[in-house]
């Protein structure tokens, strides 16, 4: 590991690392929250960077640098087999920081592909089997959304969100994260009851081979099953139509 002038990267020198943030900053922005700017390096097709707007966060009195943290979540998960973006680097500067990842072409979410009707059988699978191996292993997966999900050009599902990562045993914590992904696809779109019950019985089912079983699956099931509908209502309040189109802002009314 590189940590030379605030870099942590496997085999990244600082000066390509620096060049991939300078050029970024004239790049197209693939996705931007309040925090977080996700931006496509314009001089490299293959290279992403996530640039975080408080990239220090104070957290009891300690500073927290986002883009190292999601850069080793991102490493431990990929040597689960999660199938994931490469990280690339970390670099901090400042109270700014910044994750370099693989982009993941053609860039087209799960919500997306699955409407296109891409046959996604085996890979869905395999993203049941992965994320019960990263909460057999202690992990969970926060952020799971169609949106962070990207469907490769081999029909591959790749995780490329790692912010959400985080160290947890918890079966309640793992019940939401299926809970997440599930309501990224509300009732009437592409995902049907009868296939959210075959990932969560392919997910149980993998964690019972990993040796690390769901204690009451049953239970996990209805928890997972009432957090989904419980954000479903949470974003409807927060002004938000949830529907067969997917989960979108409420156009106001004049």
Known sequence: MNRRNGLLAD?????????????????????RTASKAVLLVPGDPFLVVSRYERGVASRFG???????????????????????AHPLFALRQGRRSWLGTSFVGPGRDLDAALRARADLGASLRELAESIARAHAAGWRLRDLRAENLLVDAEGRV????FDG???SRAPARHARDLARLSASFPPGGPVSNGLRLRFLVRYLRARRALGR????PRSFARRAAARTQALWNLWRRRGFDVGPQGVRLRPSVP
């Open 213 to 216: 079983p769901v204690r009451r």
């Open 158 to 161: 790749r995780l490329v969100d």
């Open 11 to 31: 085999g990244i020198p600082f000066e390509t690392a620096a060049r991939a943030v300078r050029e970024s900053e004239g790049g197209r922005i693939l996705k």
């Open 165 to 167: 990562v985080s160290p």
């Open 62 to 84: 300690l500073g927290v640098d986002r883009a190292r943290r999601a850069f080793r979540a991102a490493q431990a998960i990929r040597r689960l087999g999660v199938p994931a």
